[in-house]
């Protein structure tokens, strides 16, 4: 597989939007994705993953500002980020594990198998 290489953060006003993007080439229809993000001095927590039928899951903190969709064409998996707030700010990660569990939806950091190098989202208020 070709190494994951996130893009799209930068740096954007609260209440604004972006969208980041991760191709995903040479992977496998059966892999799962998912974007990560980790703060300074913070864990680095799940926010939304997608499995190869295109079922989606986010963490509450997303939860209806945040989409992740995969276009199956491009092989890229994207993450819309609207109504951004000063707390989303974080280095944002893209991740695959191949092949999908059925239980992505809880799976964790260690669970995945690939990890892009991180596109940084700054959001000020």
């Known amino acids: 597989q070709v190494p994951l290489v996130e893009s799209g953060g930068g740096p954007v006003q609260e209440g604004g939007s972006l969208r980041l993007s991760c191709p995903a080439s040479?992977?496998?229809?059966?892999?799962?994705m998912a974007w990560f993000r980790q703060a300074p001095g913070k864990e680095r927590e799940g926010v939304a993953t997608?499995?190869?039928?295109?079922?989606?899951s986010y963490d509450d903190s997303v939860k209806g500002r945040f989409t992740i969709s995969r276009d199956y064409a491009k092989n890229t998996v994207y993450l819309q980020m609207n109504s951004l707030k000063p707390e989303d700010t974080a280095m944002y990660y893209c991740?695959?594990?191949?092949?999908?569990?059925?239980?992505?939806?809880?799976?964790?950091?260690?669970?995945?198998?690939?990890w892009g190098q991180g596109t940084q989202v700054t959001v000020s208020s």
């Open positions: 997608i499995d190869s039928d295109g079922s989606t």
């Open positions: 991740a695959a594990r191949s092949p999908c569990p059925f239980w992505v939806a809880y799976a964790r950091e260690w669970d995945y198998h690939y």
């Open positions: 040479g992977y496998p229809y059966s892999t799962c």
